[in-house]
């Protein structure tokens, strides 16, 4: 077997297609890639029994077919510093691997292809959900709900993004019980309805390695799901369990309305949130008709701090307090000048969205206030 690539081009591939792999695996045989040559196409596999991902690529001067295993991190060093030129692969009978451009020879020891373990389950035709999407609608749903996602293992459902599918659009939500997002986005319609949680590693291989493609194609069956684009494949697992009825949590009917300049109040509430007690972060604030007065303080190191932002405020004079990295999350999520948040008092939750919602889209983020005992 014998193919001829661009060494920058399998670099770029491997690197993606690397991602799934684990710095641990319990089978010593998915520290590999799976290469598989048919025809003029060479694809590229690694896995981590939970979740697998696959590139195709060209290729020239492609001779015979097959499929071997090859060193992972060995493979994306070398050609990390390897120049941009042609190189070419030989694999012989025995697995060993010539690796040659006319400046240099590399030589190794492949494993057998049939070896590499597989995580697809027998299809059932019956279960299945399928849809197209523009890649957008899915890394903006990621992209806007990720931060939220909890990480306690007594709560493995909310280790996730739930998608809500329905035909006329996908509903994104994450939870970790002190912060809720919902990101619903009807850019395309699938036609289908259905649910999944995603965990956080095939969120984060979405995001990464499926930017710069156009659309995905997505088949939800009872256990896992499938992306499929012009260039990767990509099969994960999901978190089982029910998620959390989100509707429920959300607040219908918040009387006090605030408006404010986003990034002002980011910034004054990175600069208090420097003088937080590093056990709970708390920000106290007090909120007026033209002003919010921002304070904090550590009665360990004797330090505190206090500020004033502009803003508009509907209500009576409010005092509420919530957690300092929490809002920066929040704030650093929404892209709008200004935000709205609205409010009915100091023990229940603060709606926060968008001044404005892209055209698609409706952004909506829940967030728990902190006891506070005085101002």
């Known amino acids: 077997m014998k193919f ?34 048919e025809g003029d196409i060479l694809t590229i596999t690694a896995s981590d029994l939970e979740n697998t991902l696959s590139a195709r690529v ?17 493979l994306v060093d070398l050609l990390k510093e390897m120049p941009d030129q042609g190189i070419t692969f030989e694999i012989n009978s025995n697995l060993s691997v010539e690796i040659t451009y006319p400046s240099g020879n590399y030589s190794l020891i492949a494993l057998n292809g049939n070896e590499y ?10 279960s299945k959900l399928e849809f197209c999407c523009p890649t957008k609608q899915i890394i903006d749903g990621i992209d806007n709900t990720l931060f939220a996602v909890g990480n306690d293992d007594l709560r493995p459902q909310m280790m996730g993004i739930l998608w809500d599918i329905k035909p006329d659009a996908i509903t994104f939500v994450a939870t970790d019980t002190r912060k809720l997002v919902r990101y619903r986005n009807s850019l395309s319609a699938p036609g289908v309805e259905g649910s999944c949680i995603l965990p956080i590693k095939p969120a984060t291989v979405l995001k990464n ?18 992306f499929n684009s012009e260039s990767f494949t990509f099969n994960c697992r999901f978190i089982k369990g029910n998620f959390p009825d989100y509707n429920r949590v959300i607040p219908t009917n ?14 004054a509430v990175r ?19 033209n002003e919010i007065i921002l304070k904090a303080q550590d009665n360990n190191y004797q330090t505190s701090a ?3 932002v502009p803003c508009d405020f509907t209500g009576d004079e409010m005092i509420i307090g ?13 892209s709008t000048n200004d935000i709205f948040i609205s409010l009915s008092d100091p023990s229940r939750p603060g709606v926060f969205v968008p001044s404005e919602n892209k055209e698609g889209s409706d952004l909506l983020m829940l967030l728990m206030p902190m006891t506070v005992a005085d101002f």
């Not at 919530?322 to 929404?334: D, G, H, V």
């Open 4 to 37: 001829n690539i661009p060494s920058k081009t399998l670099y770029n591939y491997v690197s993606s297609v690397s991602k799934v792999i684990n710095s641990k695996n319990a089978l010593a045989i998915l520290n590999n890639f799976l290469f598989s040559l």
């Open 58 to 74: 060209p290729v020239t001067e492609a001779e015979g077919e097959g499929k071997f295993c090859i060193d992972a991190r060995r």
């Open 117 to 126: 373990p597989s995580n697809k389950d027998a299809d059932d035709e019956l």
């Open 209 to 226: 390695v499926f930017a710069k493609e156009e659309s995905i194609n997505v088949t939800i069956e009872p256990k896992s799901a499938t």
């Open 254 to 267: 918040n009387p006090y309305k605030l408006t404010i300049d986003r990034q002002s109040l980011l910034c």
């Open 271 to 289: 600069r208090v949130g420097m003088f937080v007690d590093p056990g709970h972060g708390l920000v106290k604030f007090k909120l007026t008709p």
């Open 306 to 308: 206090w500020e004033s």
């Open 322 to 334: 919530f957690s300092a990295p929490y809002l920066i999350e929040i704030f650093n999520t929404l």
